[in-house]
């Protein structure tokens, strides 16, 4: 004789414990996975960084300077125009060159100034990356800006 199976209130007791585990091993997963791509902090105090932004932001944009990137032949060309469209030399330049999601593969170039543009070597993947540049021009003033470099091979 065969006995019949019934679906009892401890079968459904473990469905229900059994899909929330899913769910929140799942979460914790993807919770942990932001957490170790994280890049970073963009400054460390937001509050007294916006305390002087509209004066970093005028005297930045009064320099009239156009940026931009580009990848080829092995080469990373940083070209910094003024707004007559001539090529600017800096009085110094400070540059981080890396994926826009993390920082395992950012790289400081050592851009040098060739007379039309920043040039540095650098074998990129093809992707996203972006260059947070920091300069200064002769004048003093600082010039902060993160450029999008898209690399297709």
Do not use: C
């Amino acid at each position: 004789m065969t006995r019949e199976k019934r679906f009892t209130g401890r079968h459904a007791a473990m469905i229900f414990v059994g899909a929330f585990a899913v769910i929140i091993s799942v979460n914790l997963v993807l919770a942990f996975s932001a957490v170790k791509t994280f890049p970073g902090l963009e400054v460390k105090n937001s509050y007294v960084a916006s305390q002087t932004f509209d004066d970093r932001k005028a005297s930045q944009e009064a320099l009239g300077w156009d940026v931009s990137a580009k990848a080829t032949g092995g080469l990373v060309i940083l070209s910094i125009k003024d707004a007559n469209g001539a090529p600017v030399a800096v009085k110094s330049l400070d540059a981080v060159l890396g994926r826009a999601t993390h920082v395992k593969d950012d790289l400081t170039p050592d851009f040098q100034f060739d007379g039309r543009a920043y040039v540095a070597p650098a074998e990129l993947g093809d992707g996203n990356w972006n260059i947070r540049m920091k300069a200064e021009a002769f004048d003093g003033t600082a010039f902060e800006q993160r450029v999008i470099l898209r690399v297709e091979h």
